[in-house]
């Protein structure tokens, strides 16, 4: 009696086993904890970006003493960031999440202001440390894109499984809820990292004089 009914209940967990992967959970599942590593790696590319924030405004600035609005601009926008707690929590809050998307907007735009003050400091786009500091903010901008990509690409993957039949019924029942992502407005915002490339730089004008005009021209 009682190997019967071990063998029977092999028998259920067998055929759940089998409902549930029929109905979409292992995808649930597996879809969930990409989402979770991409997401990991857009707050560390993030984070990497606002670590290189106050060594940049204080290489400017000393160049640019007077440039003071963009510094508090920019000052202000990391701390902005910095006031919203950047965890993996994030894609489970709707509101937080485009909240702190929108503060980093905000600072992509500081920092572009930024270093379109520099382009008019020859001497700053000369200094080897700011130079140093321009390629690592670009490798950086250049990481945030493909992170923020990867992340777009697995939540779109999940959220069509946990709205699709008979998937969205095993979502239901353990709770998989659709994830936020970057909206239209987000890419407007942060999708052109700021221009860091100063390696050309416009022709100078010309300084040599105007040819005179002939006597008895006029």
């Not at 029942?173 to 936020?180: E, Q, S, V």
């Not at 915002?189 to 005179?212: C, L, M, Q, R």
Request: glycine share 6%; with cysteine; charged share 20%.
């Amino acid at each position: 009696m009682f190997k019967w009914l071990k063998a029977f209940k092999w028998m259920l967990a067998g055929c759940v086993i089998l409902a549930l992967s029929g109905c979409g959970y292992n995808t649930l599942q597996s879809s969930d904890e990409e989402i979770k590593a991409t997401w990991a790696e857009v707050l560390n590319q993030y984070q990497r970006r606002a670590d290189l924030v106050p060594n940049l405004v204080n290489v400017v600035k000393g160049y640019a003493a007077h440039e003071k609005d963009v510094f508090i601009s920019v000052t202000e926008a990391r701390a902005r960031v910095g006031s919203i707690q950047a965890t993996p929590d994030l894609i489970n809050d709707e509101a937080a999440f485009q909240k702190f998307i929108a503060a980093q907007g905000e600072l992509t735009g500081a920092l572009s202001r930024l270093l379109l003050v520099a382009e008019n400091y020859p001497q700053l786009k000369a200094d080897g440390l700011f130079r140093d500091l321009q390629a690592q903010l670009e490798g950086t901008e250049n990481r945030i894109t493909v992170a923020r990509n990867r992340y777009i690409a697995a939540v779109k993957t999940y959220n069509v499984t946990v709205r699709s039949f008979p998937s969205n019924l095993t979502a239901m029942m353990f709770g998989y809820k659709t994830k936020p992502t970057f909206t239209v407005e987000n890419e407007k915002a942060i999708a052109v990292p700021p221009k860091v490339d100063f390696g050309t730089s416009a022709p100078a004008p010309s300084t040599t004089p105007a040819p005179t005009a002939p006597a008895g021209a006029y």
